[in-house]
């Protein structure tokens, strides 16, 4: 099984959320299983920096207009899988991936990312890579949503294409006037292809032409089926529901174990956390904290919405009025980054402010923290939650998507039997928020309950095996049919659309 895995971001050549976590370790588990996984991510200057043994497979003068371009093989530096770079420096050599300085969308992102699927295809297709050719696309995220339809379009031996959405809310929406550039027939834009509400959306592209679809958790693929949460694409989904499955995402547990974490003060297992209290040490001096026996309440995430950072805000006096410590690490809107700088120097030895993430700074955080703040309007999956237990760090999250998935709130059943691992709540709202932290500071204040939940929470196995054998069941189902030419399951748009 030969496949070819197409994302904007692989941890660690170019990072910028739960993307590139994603799609390192999940080819990385597949290729385990015996797959020929190789990846295909633009050559940003971080990825060509840090890819090791690169040699250039081909050089092509002017590809799709944008000046010389060459694709180049490497290996990733940490697990040694194969990757094609598309070093095309017009379009990626730029500091940011998707925004300047100032936080605004390049604004040739349509094109970037088009000229990234259509390299996808010649890959796949055998055109590019001497002697090899997919069996499987895998694409992920709006960044690869054309190409499905691209693929849709080429005559003969063709791969399947599996679509991964991570996030619906990006969906990679453009002015119609690009339609043409992207490679599809003038006439091609219609509602029941690319269109959508007057602009082009790679995300529909990838959900409407490719084989099957996944996301990452299986509340958030219903939940994206609902009004509420399906950012407008519910009905087209509900039009692909058999062919959608949620499988939720893992954890690399190399990167993250708390037993051999060269990021941190102290090592420590569930059998003996004597560790984590160095680590909660160390990162309270770190960060100015008092020296106090106070729980340790952390915000690790981008500073969004999304992320209910606003609510996290509102609801700080409340939660210093009980008495914790508060920190957090990321970035994200300016206002709200501003808001909460101003927090930390109203409150210093009491609320500590890190604007920017790196990795080292985000496990010292997870491994000294008591309480992992991750609410959210929704989330499709979450991978910090999945973090914080692993380091001991008890959540209190929102009931949606993969938080109701991966936590069990801490109720009278749960904690009597055992089960329990954090604390879920339902309303976008600070009472609700706060009125979780209160059963969460119930709880820390008996240790014993509180050891018997981490321990548990440290245990679970949220490893890639499980998901790795579904994505494999998945690749081997559209494999086979990638031989006979296909008619799209929706309409005859496809019909239209044309390889150039
Ligand atoms: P999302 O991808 O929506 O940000 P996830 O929880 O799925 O959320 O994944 C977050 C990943 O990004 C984790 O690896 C986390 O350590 C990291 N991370 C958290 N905050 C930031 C930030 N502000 N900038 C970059 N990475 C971050």
């Not at 849709?152 to 996030?167: L, R």
């Not at 043409?180 to 509602?191: C, K, R």
């Not at 009597?416 to 706060?434: I, N």
């Not at 969460?440 to 929470?457: E, K």
């Amino acid at each position: 099984m030969r496949v070819l895995f197409v994302s904007s971001e692989v941890y660690p050549l170019a990072k910028s959320g739960g993307l590139a976590d994603v799609s390192a370790a999940l080819p990385a588990a597949m290729a385990e299983l015996g797959v020929d996984m190789r990846l295909l991510l633009p050559g940003y200057p971080s990825a060509l920096e840090a890819a090791i043994n690169k040699s250039v497979v081909i050089e092509i003068n002017d590809f799709m207009g944008c000046g010389v371009t060459r694709l180049i093989i490497a290996r990733t530096p940490d697990t040694g899988l194969p990757v094609w770079l598309l070093d095309c420096p017009r379009l990626f050599q730029r500091r940011g991936l998707y925004w300047d300085k100032f936080g605004a969308d390049w604004p040739d992102n349509w094109l970037r990312y088009c000229v990234l699927n259509h390299a996808a295809v010649r890959l796949a297709c055998g055109e590019w890579a001497p002697g090899w050719r997919a069996d499987v696309v895998h694409a992920n995220d709006w960044h690869a949503g054309l190409v499905a339809p691209l693929i849709a379009a080429v005559q003969g031996k063709k791969p399947g294409v599996i679509f991964t959405i991570h996030n619906l809310a990006y969906q990679g929406l453009f002015p119609a006037h690009i339609f043409p550039q992207l490679g599809f027939p003038a006439n091609g834009l219609l509602p029941e292809s690319l269109e959508f509400h007057g602009k082009v959306c790679f995300l529909k592209a990838g959900i409407l032409y490719s084989d099957q679809v996944t996301t990452v958790s299986p509340t958030y693929a219903r939940e994206m089926l609902t009004p509420e949460y399906g950012c407008g694409l519910d009905g087209l989904l509900q039009r692909r529901s058999k062919n959608i499955a949620g499988i939720l995402n893992g954890v690399d547990y190399d990167i993250w174990d708390s037993a051999n974490d060269p990021n941190l003060a102290g090592a420590y297992t569930e059998a003996n956390l004597a560790g984590k209290a160095r680590c909660k040490a160390t990162l309270r001096a770190e960060l100015g904290l008092a020296a106090s026996d106070a729980p340790l309440v952390v915000f690790v995430s981008r500073i969004i919405e999304q992320k209910m950072a606003d609510i996290v805000l509102q609801s700080l006096p409340a939660m210093l009025e009980r008495g914790v410590e508060f920190a957090l690490l990321g970035d994200g809107d300016p206002v709200l980054e501003e808001q909460f700088q101003i927090a930390g120097r109203r409150h210093p030895g009491q609320v500590a402010i890190k604007i920017g993430y790196t990795e080292p700074l985000g496990h010292r955080f997870l491994a000294g923290a008591d309480i992992l703040l991750h609410p959210a309007r929704f989330e499709p999956c979450g991978l910090t939650q999945l973090y914080a237990m692993r380091y001991g760090a008890l959540p209190i999250a929102r009931r949606v998507g993969g938080l109701a998935d991966t936590i069990v709130d801490a109720d009278l059943d749960s904690i009597h039997s055992g089960a329990a691992t954090g604390f879920l709540f339902g309303e976008v709202a600070p009472d609700a928020l706060v009125a979780a932290l209160d059963r969460a500071l119930a709880l820390y204040a008996q240790p014993g309950l509180w050891r018997r939940m981490q321990r548990r929470a440290m245990t679970r196995d949220f490893g890639w095996g499980r998901p790795a054998r579904r994505y494999l069941e998945l690749y081997s189902r559209i494999a086979p049919q990638a031989a006979a030419p296909r008619v799209p399951d929706q309409n005859s748009a496809a019909a239209l659309i044309q390889r150039v």
